[in-house]
């Protein structure tokens, strides 16, 4: 969730239009979410979506539940940490870009809850629909100036997760 917002505000600064429509499961904390976020240069009719052009996927579960949803020739960011590579099943030549975001996470924030973070950073190298100075400005605005460590934490993240999207982009974009 706190993924799609930040995309949202960074577009907002740079003038777009974007729908943010979140779903929480039962539980608010441990059930699953997932959120759809559009970004447009034009004026959007609905938050409703028949099918994504891109899904970031944290969790095995997620993929199962959403890569059926994703267009034919769209993008799938998949943490490779918790997903295996053999649960996607899509022969339509989905791009792929496959990121260790929880390891990752771990080892540059110290949390896995940066895990987001590196997915983001990923995503971002890939698709660049805003500037990644755009979405580390927004989020020093939107974590309390009195949390710099978990502000520094979570650009560091974001910017190990662009580095590992622009490998994954440059020769292993995968096609299914």
């Given at each position: 969730?706190?993924?799609?917002?930040?995309?949202?505000?960074?577009?907002?600064?740079?003038?777009?239009?974007?729908?943010?429509?979140?779903?929480?499961?039962?539980?608010?904390?441990?059930g699953?979410?997932n959120?759809?976020?559009?970004?447009?240069?034009?004026?959007?009719?609905?938050p409703?979506?028949?099918?994504?052009?891109?899904?970031?996927?944290?969790?095995?579960?997620?993929?199962?539940?959403?890569?059926?949803?994703?267009?034919?020739?769209?993008l799938?960011?998949?943490?490779?940490?918790?997903?295996?590579?053999?649960?996607?099943?899509?022969?339509d030549?989905?791009?792929?870009?496959?990121?260790?975001?929880?390891?990752?996470?771990?080892?540059?924030?110290?949390?896995?809850?940066?895990?987001?973070?590196?997915?983001?950073g990923?995503?971002?190298?890939?698709?660049?629909?805003?500037?990644?100075?755009?979405?580390?400005?927004?989020?020093?605005?939107?974590?309390?100036?009195?949390?710099?460590e978990?502000?520094?934490?979570?650009?560091?993240?974001?910017?190990?997760?662009?580095?590992?999207?622009?490998?994954c982009?440059r020769?292993?974009?995968?096609?299914?």
């Amino acid at each position: 969730m706190f993924l799609g917002d930040l995309l949202c505000r960074a577009a907002l600064q740079e003038g777009k239009c974007v729908t943010y429509l979140p779903t929480y499961g039962v539980a608010m904390r441990g059930g699953t979410a997932n959120c759809v976020v559009t970004i447009s240069d034009r004026e959007i009719g609905s938050p409703l979506l028949d099918g994504p052009e891109v899904a970031i996927i944290l969790n095995e579960p997620s993929l199962v539940k959403f890569q059926p949803a994703v267009r034919p020739g769209g993008l799938i960011v998949a943490n490779s940490s918790l997903i295996l590579k053999d649960v996607f099943n899509r022969n339509d030549h989905i791009r792929m870009v496959w990121v260790p975001a929880t390891e990752t996470a771990r080892e540059v924030a110290g949390t896995e809850r940066a895990a987001n973070m590196v997915a983001l950073g990923a995503f971002l190298a890939a698709e660049p629909i805003v500037s990644v100075s755009s979405v580390e400005t927004i989020l020093r605005k939107v974590i309390p100036s009195h949390r710099k460590e978990m502000v520094e934490k979570n650009l560091a993240a974001i910017r190990v997760g662009l580095e590992k999207g622009l490998t994954c982009t440059r020769g292993s974009l995968a096609r299914a």
